[in-house]
């Protein structure tokens, strides 16, 4: 019974061909929580999938409706070793976006797992059912290693909504909150810097989107007879957006920037480089704020997004002025961005530069908040501690991911320090056709977990005397 024992057990999991067998019966249950009508399937994954794969383990599950009563339900699991013991909250979630089927290539289907090389394809692999199930694996290994005991308490929380915002996650996460009370989050989502290097994050930007629109008139009018005298919405929106954002994507509006980046923050990703993976896009070198590394622009600033934008018909335009223009746009936002006061901002600011006709809304109900544990916290360098021992690499440490996960309600209303160790990478594709996981890097992630499980209950209870003595200093 050793660590090495451990990590071994995790690397035949992979080898010997179990975590395929597992996700492959995950994806081949369609799970998608955007398509209307998927309630059944969403239940199903939980309470005919995942609640048997986890009994075994010693797991008593619930399965909770979703407080709004129309989007997917929860999973609540617990596994109590004992009162003294370090106890830590796992997170996943079960639901996918579209399958879209029609748009993956040849040979290639979304709820079947086809391996080419090192890619094994499938909606679900790399978001979110891959990373849950290979954690879960590398739990069992450690179990095994210690005859049946792990050494800390576990705790499970799975939600079939996170592709619609979570709803209701909030809501759970108050109401059950003695329930999933713990000492620290470690989840899995999102991409690693690169396939080869391993990550941890420490939170999540922000994701605030909203709408644009202008509705000037009925119907269309001649262009020719027209042209000049009529509004056109098209034109209108476009400039509006221009003073909000510039032609190289620098941020106008301070209401929409952020604080100065903290120098901790600066010094952590100092080593990080992004865009390497051969399929990643090439990077625009003079797009965003200016005097930013790469790693900067995407971790540590505020990006604007125009999402989608449309007047008249592209696909068929006709010799007229339009009557309307709609855009959507994406604020990601770090630490200290008042996202409460991006709407008022917003309309004070279109007015103040002759832009009253322009609508301004709130495209989504669900805000996800940007959150970020201290990268000074000792749960930070008890992680990349122990994924070094792991394997052999020094990880990547990310102050937050540069997309959005509903964070907040562990770090904000559970009050947990939270580390994030995903298994994915950035060209996955995870929301696209043809989305994959790779192999080699879901073999080390394994072995890491099982390696921050088998220290969770070596060095655990050290970090908390420590974090205990640092808030009484």
Known sequence: M???????????????????????E??????????????????????????????????????????????GPFLIAERHEGSDLPTVLMYGHGDTVRGYPEQWRDGLAPWTITIEGERWYGRGTADNKGQHI??????????????????????????????????????????????????????????????ERPTVFLGSRGGYTFEMLLDLREGSHHSGNWGGLLRNPGTVLANAIATLVDGRGRILLDALRPPAI???????????????????????????????????????????????????DPDGPLNAVPPTAKATLQLRFVVGTDWEGILPALRAHLDAHGYPMVTVRAARTEVFRATRLPVEDPWVTWALDSIAASTG??????????????????????????????????????????????????????????????DL?????????????????
Request: charged content about 20%; hydrophobic content about 40%; glycine content about 8%.
């Open 262 to 312: 903290p120098d901790t923050v600066r010094a952590a990703l100092a080593d990080i480089t992004v865009g390497t993976d051969p399929t990643a896009p090439t990077i625009d070198t003079d797009w965003g704020e200016p005097g930013l590394s790469a790693a900067e622009r995407v971790f540590a600033w505020n990006t604007l997004e125009v999402l989608a934008f449309k007047t008249g």
């Open 26 to 71: 995950a994806v081949a249950r369609p799970t998608e929580s955007q398509t209307p009508g998927q309630l059944p399937k969403l239940r199903a994954y939980l309470d005919e999938f995942l609640v048997p794969l986890i009994a075994p383990l010693g797991f008593t599950s619930r399965i909770l409706d979703n407080p709004d009563g129309t989007h």
């Open 134 to 195: 290979l954690n879960l694996g590398a739990l069992a290994a450690v179990m095994a290693a210690r005859d049946g005991r792990l050494g800390f308490n576990t705790k499970l929380l799975v939600e079939m909504g996170e592709e619609s915002g979570s709803p209701g996650l909030r809501e759970i996460c108050r109401a059950e909150a003695e329930a999933l009370k713990a000492d620290v989050l470690i989840a899995s989502d999102g991409p690693r810097v690169s396939a």
């Open 393 to 454: 690499k020094r990880p990547a440490l990310l102050p937050n991911l540069g997309g959005s996960l509903p964070n907040d309600a562990f770090s904000e209303i559970l009050g947990l320090p939270t580390l994030w160790v995903p298994h994915s990478y950035p060209a996955c594709l995870q929301h696209g056709p043809d989305e994959h996981l790779l192999g080699p890097p879901s073999r080390e992630a394994l072995m890491l977990m099982a390696g921050l499980y088998w």
């Open 2 to 24: 050793s660590r090495h024992d451990a990590i071994a057990r995790a690397a035949r999991h992979y080898d010997e061909g179990a975590f395929l067998q597992v996700l492959q």
């Open 457 to 473: 209950a070596e060095t655990g209870p050290a970090v908390l005397a420590r974090r205990t003595t640092l808030k009484g200093a």
